[in-house]
Nanobody, 118 residues
Framework: VQLQASGGGLVQAGGSLRLSCAAS????????MGWFRQAPGKERESVSE????????YYADSVKGRFTISRDNAKNTVYLQMNSLKPEDTAVYYC????????????WGQGTQVTVSS
């Protein structure tokens, strides 16, 4: 599975961005995808995840009500709509995929920078 993330950028606080992650390769084996982020000097954290077939979603408390994860099965793409962005959302955002038989995320995109100015 290969993942290509895009959509990051610089935005003012209160603004919005939408990240995209296109999957290719063994996409039929994907059962869960997620967005993670890592800010300078901090550990990587889970932001949001989605079950590929059911569409069930999960969010970190810090982004609930502001971020929305969705997927387009036909395009093998997962999105992260980020609204009401805050400076503390500044980080490199990574998408990841978990395939059938795996307990952890084994496939990662290249990361896209999101910078929120105050």
């Amino acid at each position: 599975v290969q993942l290509q993330a895009s959509g990051g950028g610089l935005v003012q606080a209160g603004g919005s961005l939408r990240l995209s992650c296109a999957a290719s390769g063994r996409t039929l084996s994907i059962y869960r995808m997620g967005w993670f982020r890592q800010a300078p000097g901090k550990e990587r954290e889970s932001v949001s995840e989605i079950r590929w077939n059911s569409g069930t979603t999960y969010y970190a408390d810090s982004v609930k009500g502001r971020f929305t994860i969705s997927r387009d099965n036909a395009k093998n793409t997962v999105y992260l709509q980020m609204n009401s962005l805050k400076p503390e959302d500044t980080a490199v955002y990574y998408c990841a995929a978990k395939v059938v038989g795996d307990l952890q995320y084994d496939y990662w995109g290249q990361g896209t920078q999101v910078t929120v100015s105050s």
